[in-house]
C-alpha cells in the first residue's frame, strides 16, 4: 500500500513558475514508476511526466522543455518542476505510483493538487 499526498498548487500568471511535490508512505518507493498527470475540466486525465524506476523519464509533447520531473528516493518524494505556464496547463495535476509485483498491477493515485495560470 502506497499513500500519496500533493503539494505545491496555487495561481500563478503566464510565464510564471511552480513546483509541486509528492510525498509518498509505504515500503518500496524505488520500485514504482512514479507520475504526474493532469486533468482539465471536461477532459480526461493526461500523463505529463513520468519517471521510471529504472531512471528514464518521458514527458508529455506539450511540456517538453518546460517541466521538469524529479525523484528522491531517499526521501520518497517526487516533484514537477513548472515553468514558463501557460493558461492551458490549467488543470487539477495528480500524482502517481505504479509497479508491477508477482504479475499484479499496483497502482496509487494522490488526491490532486489544483494549478490555475491566469492574468
Known amino acids: 500500500q502506497v499513500q500519496l499526498e500533493e503539494s505545491g498548487g496555487g495561481l500563478v500568471q503566464p510565464g510564471g513558475s511552480l513546483r509541486l511535490s509528492c510525498a509518498a508512505s509505504g515500503s518500496s518507493f524505488s520500485a514504482y514508476a512514479m507520475a504526474w498527470y493532469r486533468q482539465a475540466p471536461g477532459k480526461q486525465r493526461e500523463l505529463v511526466a513520468q519517471?521510471?524506476?529504472?531512471?528514464?523519464?518521458t514527458y508529455a509533447d506539450s511540456v517538453k522543455g518546460r517541466f521538469t520531473i524529479s525523484r528522491d528516493n531517499a526521501k520518497n518524494t517526487v516533484d514537477l518542476q513548472m515553468n514558463s505556464l501557460k493558461p492551458e496547463d490549467t488543470a487539477v495535476y495528480y500524482c502517481?505510483?505504479?509497479?508491477?509485483?508477482?504479475?499484479?498491477?499496483?497502482?496509487?493515485w494522490g488526491q490532486g493538487t489544483q494549478v490555475t495560470v491566469s492574468s
Open positions: 519517471f521510471s524506476s529504472g531512471g528514464t523519464t
Open positions: 502517481n505510483a505504479g509497479r508491477w509485483f508477482q504479475n499484479r498491477r499496483y497502482t496509487y
